[in-house]
């Protein structure tokens, strides 16, 4: 079992920067694949970057050269640095955990979510 918890979201200009953070509980943080998603109002979840227990990271188009996302498995912890930010990145954003092995993107093969955290970007 893995609990995660999210934070570092906020209210922020366009044109701006954030950096999230994503904390695991347990003491098997680096056997799991992990993931950064999002879902805005009335639209579905949207993957947006994964970071493989090797450290390879993957990103969707829509946000590849903008976010960054890092691990750090002393801390148990992973990160999305997230750079020139567009009103349409306000959204809940969440992490996820699994053994994924080859399917990155794919958001049905992460077992733990996080609760969220919100960042809105006014223009």
């Known amino acids: 079992q893995v609990q995660l918890v999210e934070s570092g979201g906020g209210l922020v200009q366009a044109g701006g920067s954030l950096r999230l953070s994503c904390v695991a509980s347990?003491?098997?943080?680096?056997?799991?694949?992990m993931a950064w998603l999002r879902q805005a109002p009335g639209k579905g979840r949207e993957f947006l970057a994964a970071?493989?227990?090797?450290?390879?990271?993957y990103y969707a188009d829509s946000v590849k050269g903008r976010f960054t996302i890092s691990r750090d498995s002393a801390k148990n912890t992973i990160f999305l640095q997230m750079n020139i930010l567009k009103p349409e990145d306000s959204a809940d954003y969440y992490c996820a955990a699994g053994e994924v092995g080859a399917g990155l993107s794919h958001l049905l093969n992460y077992r733990f979510w996080g609760q969220g955290t919100q960042v809105t970007v006014s223009s």
């Open positions: 347990g003491r098997t943080f680096n056997s799991y694949d």
């Open positions: 970071i493989s227990r090797g450290g390879d990271s």
